[in-house]
Antibody, heavy 114, light 106 residues
Framework: QVQLKESGPGLVQPSQTLSLTCTVSGFSLTSNSVHWVRQPPGKGLEWMGGIWGDGSTDYNSALKSRLSISRDTSKSQVFLKMNSLQTDDTAIYFC????????WGQGVMVTVSS | DIQMTQSPSFLSASVGDRVTINCKASQNINRYLNWYQQKLGEAPKLLIYNANSLQTGIPSRFSGSGSGTDFTLTISSLQPEDVATYFCLQHNSWPTFGSGTKLEIK
């Protein structure tokens, strides 16, 4: 069955780089897009960006200068890297499948704090 | 970016009630509108896609309607397990979400 699972550090210092991994199963990364969405505590959801089946990427214009999404199809993994983190980047980070956002990982809480 | 205005932000209703939640897009999004349910501490769950298509495994008391700029999620008979936050997503262009509706039982 389709599954996605996020992993990464729970705590990142301000100005540092966040690196997250989304490991997927039950579907092919070359046929389906994967997207990153985040949710600050008690707030709404924000699409960050995604990587398409052909490997091309799109980013939220508000984050584009700091964000990079890539993948390793042999490992069924999608990666998020975001630099220059600030406290307002504290959020739950989710990966989700396709533009329908039909399946989601359980999310990983990332706190930006010194 | 397309803005999604969702209402109400909070809703309290009794078991068995008919409940409606609305989303309004700042421009025409055709039928590229999904509805999700998010329970506390869980990932969002897709309920309705493309405005009115029920996702597999979702109870038939959930339905969606609308096109263009105005959309509605309806729960025909509210159940205790429906306590959650509901939000809409437009995917006509770069995805944007509604701000959410927190639903509780009276």
């Amino acid at each position: 069955q389709v599954q996605l699972k996020e992993s990464g550090p729970g705590l990142v210092q301000p100005s540092q780089t966040l690196s997250l991994t989304c490991t997927v199963s039950g579907f092919s990364l070359t046929s389906n897009s994967v997207h990153w969405v985040r949710q600050p505590p008690g707030k709404g959801l924000e699409w960050m960006g995604g990587i398409w089946g052909d490997g091309s990427t799109d980013y939220n214009s508000a984050l584009k200068s700091r964000l990079s999404i890539s993948r390793d199809t042999s490992k069924s993994q999608v990666f998020l890297k975001m630099n220059s983190l600030q406290t307002d980047d504290t959020a739950i980070y989710f990966c989700t499948r396709t533009t329908r956002f039909d399946y989601w990982g359980q999310g990983v809480m990332v706190t930006v704090s010194s | 970016d397309i803005q999604m205005t969702q209402s109400p932000s909070f809703l309290s209703a009794s078991v068995g009630d008919r409940v409606t939640i609305n989303c309004k897009a700042s421009q025409n999004i055709n039928r590229y509108l999904n509805w999700y349910q998010q329970k506390l501490g869980e990932a969002p769950k897709l309920l309705i896609y493309n405005a009115n298509s029920l996702q597999t495994g979702i109870p038939s008391r959930f339905s969606g309607s609308g096109s263009g700029t105005d959309f509605t999620l309806t729960i025909s008979s509210l159940q205790p397990e429906d306590v959650a936050t509901y939000f809409c997503l437009q995917h006509n262009s770069w995805p944007t979400f509604g701000s959410g509706t927190k639903l509780e039982i009276k």
